[in-house]
């Protein structure tokens, strides 16, 4: 592989990104149990896998040009631009469309985040906003950021790889924090469990989810 690699190497802007975005998750996140725990560190492992291969070293674009045969004059950070041939404006593109998604999802996530934080302290059941179409609306932002900024605009072999996990283990994580909440609400929770899905709202209400986010 003789090929030149643009856009990496800058190792020091990997560091400030992946600290910070980390600081974010395990803030916002707030793990209390292993479940929990595990479940942020497995984000923070797309994080660390994501941003290192964004500023860092393109593992995966080494890989497909040493082993899978990526055949290009010029090799960009950027999978996309370089699987298509498109070059910057390819990266662009991606970036653009990555960034929409990233900060829709940060913004569902952060909505979410301050719906339940505030129906916590005043100890009751909230149904209403966000939560009258997705019963988990944060862990909605949270994979459509990770899949925006991770699959979209820079993808990566770890990063396509660990985002099902991710939003395996955050089903299994809303499955038992439901249980939890049945214990507390009975019937109320039971009653809203039926009438409104769990991660994605139906497809006439995305506009809405997607305005209130905002």
Known sequence: ????????????????????????????????????????????????????????????IYFLARFGGLDRTELNANLWSSLLGMGETGMMISMILGYILLFIGIGIFFKGWHQVHRARQENKLVTDGLYALARHPQYTGLFIALFGEGVVHWPTLFSVGLLPIIVFIYYRLSKREELAVIKEFGDEYLEYQRRVPMFIPRFSQWKSFVEQSK
């Open 1 to 60: 592989m003789n090929e030149p690699i643009a856009h990496s190497g800058v190792w020091a802007l990997a560091l400030i990104t992946i600290t910070i975005a980390s600081w974010i998750i395990y803030k916002y996140l707030d793990p209390k149990t292993w479940r929990e725990w595990a479940g942020a560190g497995v984000i923070q492992a797309f994080i660390i896998a994501l941003y290192a291969e964004m500023y860092g070293f393109p593992l995966t």
